[in-house]
């Protein structure tokens, strides 16, 4: 079945320092989507990429989506505390469409440690 | 004030006990999700239903089971023969195929 793997599981990093977590696919996917999760929170949405080769940029944030549509990345530069958290990728599978809303699979996450 | 609701926030049940997590949704949305969380594992996903009566497994559905009998409504029923219960648990719903999951405020859930 389809497994979506992420990396690194924990990432500390400096006020300032840029981080990437990357997500990659077992399969091809039909669209991916990035979540950040506060402690103690629930996760929330940020982004989706659905074509092969994208890139999304919100503020500091920058999302990518590798041409084979099984690869993601998110870049932030620049990190704040306000970044804190836990990003986790989702994806779902490539033969999602139509009428089939399909398996919402999610990465392990990658925990974010900003310090001041 | 439109969202997807889970209740209780916090939950204790005795081993041995079955005990059911309540998701409601008024998003008029077709799909929801549960999902599982344990540290350092992410969200891993137990079962979804894409309509209304009909629902499918996910990686981890044994020990767990649904019904889907109203859009508005997922429960997830915590069975005794699921042998690590204690966790964090996650229901979402999404409203078309190519949109986001929005995300409950979760149930943590305590079997002692």
């Known amino acids: 079945g389809q497994q979506v793997m992420q990396i690194p599981q924990y990432q500390h990093v400096q006020e300032g320092e840029d981080f990437t977590t990357y997500c990659n696919s077992s399969t091809t996917l039909s669209n991916i989507q990035w979540y950040k999760q506060r402690p103690g929170g629930h996760p929330v949405f940020l982004i989706q990429l659905v074509k092969s080769g994208e890139v999304k940029k919100q503020k500091r944030l920058t999302f990518q989506f590798g041409e084979a549509k099984k690869n993601s990345s998110l870049h932030i530069t620049a990190t704040q505390t306000t970044d804190v958290g836990t990003y986790f990728c989702a994806g779902l599978p490539g033969n999602a469409g139509g009428t089939s809303y399909g398996k919402l699979t999610f990465g392990q996450g990658t925990i974010l440690t900003v310090h001041p | 004030d439109g969202g997807i609701t889970q209740s209780p926030k916090y939950l204790f049940r005795k081993e041995g006990q079955n005990v059911t997590l309540s998701c409601e949704q008024n998003?008029?949305?077709?799909?929801m999700y549960w999902y599982r969380q344990d540290p350092g594992q992410g969200l891993r996903l137990i079962y979804y239903s894409q309509i209304v009566n009909d629902f499918q497994k996910g990686d981890i559905a044994e020990g767990y089971s649904v019904s889907r009998e109203k859009k508005e409504s997922f429960p997830l029923t915590v069975t005794s023969a699921q042998k690590n219960p204690t966790a964090f648990y996650l229901c979402a719903s999404r409203g078309d195929t190519n949109t986001e999951a929005f995300f409950g405020q979760g149930t943590r859930l305590t079997v002692v």
């Open positions: 998003l008029n949305h077709d799909a």
